[in-house]
């Protein structure tokens, strides 16, 4: 069975058009390659979030919604 952890591979500053500024997370599944039949494959599982912890979707590379809130912001 592959070993998995969370590291943070990301972080940066978003906001709201109303103004509201967030602080976001990018965390990403990693899994040790040695212990799967196919080494060389890479999985990208990532999840974000605010620095608060609430969940946000990714919409496009600068786009991303914070689903509690039903916000949208953008990268700045």
Request: glycine content about 6%.
């Amino acid at each position: 069975m592959a070993k998995k952890w969370e590291e943070l591979t990301d972080e940066f500053d978003a906001a709201s058009d109303d103004g509201q500024r967030f602080h976001m997370l990018v965390y990403t599944t990693m899994i040790d390659a040695g212990a799967m039949s196919q080494p060389n494959a890479v999985p990208l599982l990532k999840r974000i979030c605010t620095l608060d912890g609430q969940v946000c979707n990714r919409i496009d590379d600068s786009t991303f919604e914070i689903v509690g809130l039903g916000l949208r912001v953008k990268r700045v």
